[in-house]
């Protein structure tokens, strides 16, 4: 619900996942004198939280979770957890 997608580059979503409300994915950087268009991808079974922000260029690999509200600027592995702004990845003791 809520969702929105900004760009014309593409957007690849894998099966299997779960994406939250009001989520963002932003495939254009606005530079000073140009745009550009880069594609965002995401790998099989992952899950944002609600509000989560992806920028362009980057790729989310598979079965990784995104904590709500977090923004990725660049690639997470797969299989992680990340979280905040800029989105890091999260220890396993603050899971």
Known sequence: MGCRFQGTSETIIGDQCKIGPYSCFETVNHLKNKEEELPIRIGKG???????V??????IGCYSVVAAGAVVTKDIPPNEMWGGVPARKLESSKL
């Open 46 to 52: 992952v899950w944002l939280g609600a509000q989560v």
């Open 54 to 59: 992806v920028t362009p260029g980057t790729t």
